[in-house]
């Protein structure tokens, strides 16, 4: 992926990560669009970040993106770059009833809304130069978290996905990159981890992360180091004790 000089659509990109992101490449030259729920917010960060433009959308809803990809088509047929970032994390416990709709909530919004933006949003991206789908999962993908079980398991499905995306599009030679961003626990509202010790500061995560890409920019993954020891627990033969490490036990 090119550092400058993108059409780029970030869902999710109204906190955190996601307008994080935004913010970065809007200041490295890129034109930025962020897609969000809540058009206060959205209408608060198009007034303070002048150039950055939004669009409202909520990824649960089909009709929703069907029309986000209507609008975008017009207002910026030189799209070229796909940020699915929007996703929930809630603490869940499979022995309650009430966990049922929590776990069906996190498979609608992360999985169910990434896969229909994608399928949405490819056929914009075909053809164009520098064409990029970026994928934001989790280092939770690799080994799961015990409180939060569905969406790990959404996040682990999302990094299949986003192996077999890549190799379709290879294989049709469609001229798009995919690229995964695996995120360790960083300071943001997501799990309400933004005072949290144990999570990595929200600049310092951008800051490597946009290095790793500017450094390579052919990546496939984007893994910080410290999401490393998660995201290579497998291939190291460390995964249990990393399990119990993250689960507490």
Avoid: C, W
Avoid at 34 to 50: C, N, Y
Avoid at 176 to 196: A, H, K, N, W, Y
Avoid at 205 to 234: G, H, M, S
């Amino acid at each position: 992926m090119k550092m400058t000089g993108n059409t780029i659509l970030i869902t999710g990109g109204t906190s955190g990560i996601g307008l994080g992101l935004a913010l970065r490449l809007h200041e490295a030259g890129n034109k930025v669009i962020v897609a969000g729920r809540r058009k206060e917010l959205l209408d608060e960060i198009t007034a303070e970040h002048p150039g950055i433009d939004a669009l409202v959308l909520d990824v649960a809803d089909p009709d929703s993106i069907a029309r986000a990809r209507e609008t975008v088509a017009a207002s910026h047929p030189g799209l070229n770059v796909l940020v699915n970032n929007a996703g929930i994390m809630l603490l869940e416990n499979i022995l309650d009833p009430a966990g049922l709709p929590v776990a069906e909530d996190h498979v609608t919004v992360n999985l169910l809304g990434t896969i229909r933006m994608t399928y949405a949003f490819l056929p914009l991206l075909v053809g164009k130069d520098d064409a990029v789908v970026m994928n934001v999962t989790s280092s939770l993908a690799f080994v799961p978290f015990q409180s939060t079980p569905t969406y790990s398991a959404t996040k682990a499905a999302l990094h299949s996905f986003s192996e077999s995306l890549r190799i379709q599009l290879a294989g049709a030679d469609a001229g798009v990159q995919v690229i995964e961003v695996v995120p360790p626990g960083v300071r943001t509202t997501l799990l309400g981890q933004q005072d949290s010790d144990q999570s990595m500061p929200l600049d310092d995560f951008l800051t490597e992360t946009l290095d790793l890409l500017r450094e390579n920019p052919d990546a496939k993954e984007l893994v910080v180091e410290r999401a490393r020891f998660i995201r290579d627990a497998v291939a190291n033969g460390s995964y249990d004790d990393v399990l119990a490490m993250i689960s507490g036990s």
